[in-house]
T-cell receptor, first 115, second 112 residues
Framework: NAGVMQNPRHLVRRRGQEARLRCSPMKGHSHVYWYRQLPEEGLKFMVYLQKENIIDESGMPKERFSAEFPKEGPSILRIQQVVRGDSAAYFC?????????????FGEGSRLTVL | KNQVEQSPQSLIILEGKNCTLQCNYTVSPFSNLRWYKQDTGRGPVSLTIMTFSENTKSNGRYTATLDADTKQSSLHITASQLSDSASYICVVSPSYGQNFVFGPGTRLSVLP
């Protein structure tokens, strides 16, 4: 039973390019969360999605960032026109249910470096 | 505002010693509290989950306590090992359907 799979594990982009991070949740999980972590800092919530729906995007920057979780395929976190401040580790977590006793399982993260 | 605070921010102990990490939260309503361990460069891994009716839960050398009245939790690590060096994150979940609230973590370093 594979865990949460994130790819790429490492991504290098130049300023102005686009970054696409993918997350395949654990089998049977329909809830996906994205978090950003800067070096030496804690995890910051970005967005919570269920299949084909964005439930909570209160942590997403208003511009350049978007996320989706289609009916088929992985969840995608898309960052357009990246800037140096976007350099961070982006973690995805999945859960079979939300909130109450919904165990969160994390992927190993995608590390974005913007040159 | 739902918030989770952790102390200390960082901690250094010698191998074999015990330590206790603290978590205070203002999340309301409260559903459950989790402790995660995050090794450097890795994703967080769950150590314990506690509901409001549980006071203590153990997982090997890790023991978590919860006082729902004072909204405090602690994670006690017994006989620390070098592999315990990591960040320990307290996460609180409000009612069903709401998002998780993460603490900033405590960075533990275990020295030989």
């Amino acid at each position: 039973n594979a865990g949460v799979m994130q790819n790429p594990r490492h991504l290098v982009r130049r300023r102005g390019q686009e970054a696409r991070l993918r997350c395949s949740p654990m089998k049977g999980h329909s809830h996906v969360y994205w978090y950003r972590q800067l070096p030496e800092e804690g995890l910051k919530f970005m967005v919570y999605l269920q299949k084909e729906n964005i439930i909570d995007e209160s942590g997403m920057p208003k511009e350049r960032f978007s996320a989706e979780f289609p009916k088929e395929g992985p969840s995608i976190l898309r960052i357009q026109q990246v800037v140096r401040g976007d350099s961070a580790a982006y973690f995805c977590a999945s859960s079979p249910t939300s909130g109450f006793l919904g165990e969160l399982f994390f992927g190993e993260g995608s590390r974005l470096t913007v040159l | 505002k739902n918030q989770v605070e952790q102390s200390p921010q960082s901690l250094i102990i010698l191998e074999g010693k015990n330590c206790t990490l603290q978590c205070n939260y203002t999340v309301s309503p409260f559903s459950n509290l989790r402790w995660y361990k995050q090794d450097t460069g890795r994703g967080p891994v769950s150590l314990t989950i506690m509901t409001f009716s549980e006071n203590t839960k153990s997982n090997g050398r890790y023991t978590a306590t919860l006082d729902a009245d004072t909204k405090q939790s602690s994670l006690h690590i017994t006989a620390s090992q070098l592999s315990d060096s990591a960040s320990y994150i307290c996460v609180v979940s409000p009612s069903y359907g709401q998002n998780f609230v993460f603490g900033p973590g405590t960075r533990l370093s275990v020295l030989p």
